[in-house]
């Protein structure tokens, strides 16, 4: 059986292919590529707090929600309820927040967007 190099290493697990779109630079993605890579970090960080107070507390925390809470970070809100530079602001305290920096692994350019610096 045979197997191009980028079934074989997303088989294997090595390569998640295609690589998620919080990987690339804000500016090199459309406004639905924002509006995806934007959502997927959000819900990699609530995961990330959710798994934290269960491991802290040792006890079963209830997963968040629809609706925004009184104690969530304000980059957990929904993309409608933010102003432009909020979004890419959110964007990158996130990929921050998990070393996540954005247009340094060597992918394709996602389409549309700015062109490099």
Do not use: S
């Not at 292919?17 to 630079?25: C, G, I, R, T």
């Not at 819900?43 to 802290?56: F, G, P, R, Y």
């Not at 969530?72 to 964007?91: H, I, N, S």
């Amino acid at each position: 059986m045979h197997f191009d190099l980028l079934e074989f290493l997303e088989r294997v697990g090595i390569v998640k292919y295609p690589p998620p779109l919080h990987v690339y630079k804000w500016k090199d993605l459309t406004v639905e590529e924002r509006k995806v890579a934007l959502k997927g970090i959000q819900d990699i960080n609530k995961e990330h707090v959710h798994e934290a107070l269960e491991a802290k507390t040792g006890g079963i925390h209830a997963k968040y929600g629809k609706g925004r809470k009184k104690d969530e970070p304000k980059e957990w809100r929904a993309w409608t309820k933010m102003y432009e530079w909020e979004r890419q602001d959110a964007f990158e305290k996130l990929n921050v927040c998990f070393n996540l920096t954005p247009g340094q692994h060597g992918l394709r350019q996602p389409t549309g967007g700015e062109e490099g610096p």
